[in-house]
């Protein structure tokens, strides 16, 4: 088990220091481009589309949690004495 915990410790030490190296030769592969931000809010069209079709998603993930109409009143079957 020792092993194990060891060899991820080193993967964890080896991809952090990959990151480390790939930031440091790619600087401006990290830079914030507003620019599709600034696109989406400018274009109230697709901004609309989005919004409708999160809300559509979020409705239709909530009615599938609900029970359907049959399960909901099963009727309860005791031991017949």
Known sequence: MTSSRGLRTVGVIVA??????????????SRFDPGFAER????RQSDLIIHV????V??????AL????DEEEE???GPMA
Do not use: C, K
């Open 66 to 69: 609900l029970p359907e109409d």
């Open 16 to 29: 952090l220091g990959l990151g480390l190296l790939v930031a440091h030769l790619f600087p401006t592969a």
């Open 75 to 77: 009727p309860h079957h």
């Open 40 to 43: 989406l809010w400018l274009s």
């Open 53 to 56: 079709g999160l809300m559509l």
């Open 58 to 63: 979020g409705a239709l993930g909530i009615r």
